[in-house]
């Protein structure tokens, strides 16, 4: 089930971006879940404030969870800028 609604396909293609550098190469610290649902961008989202992956550890926390999404923020803001200024002169 995709979680995303039409308004942030960006953000999920985003993630999809990030998601190969949140991953490693060990099946243990693979995103396990279907790409586009809720528990894959909270996956993707703990990683990037830190959290290890492992299934033995905790799940992430409410706090782990704020600071990854503030990361993400950071990086979706870059990305969209990025995007813009590489597809003007794309049309060119």
């Known amino acids: 089930?995709?979680?995303?609604?039409?308004?942030?396909?960006?953000?999920?293609?985003?993630?999809?971006?990030?998601?190969?550098?949140v991953s490693f190469r060990t099946?243990?610290?693979?995103?396990?879940?279907?790409?586009?649902?809720?528990s894959w961008a909270t996956w993707i989202i703990a990683r990037l404030a830190g959290w290890s992956g492992y299934r033995s550890q905790k799940p992430p926390g409410i706090s782990t969870l704020i600071c990854g999404l503030r990361q993400f923020e950071y990086f979706f803001q870059g990305w969209k800028l990025a995007l813009f200024?590489?597809?003007?002169?794309?049309?060119?």
């Not at 089930?1 to 550098?21: G, H, K, R």
């Not at 099946?27 to 809720?38: A, G, I, W």
């Not at 200024?85 to 060119?92: E, T, W, Y």
Request: hydrophobic share 35%; proline share 10%.
């Open 1 to 21: 089930m995709n979680w995303l609604t039409s308004d942030s396909q960006e953000e999920q293609q985003c993630l999809q971006v990030i998601a190969p550098t």
């Open 27 to 38: 099946s243990l610290q693979q995103n396990p879940d279907p790409v586009s649902s809720l």
């Open 85 to 92: 200024d590489i597809l003007p002169s794309l049309k060119a």
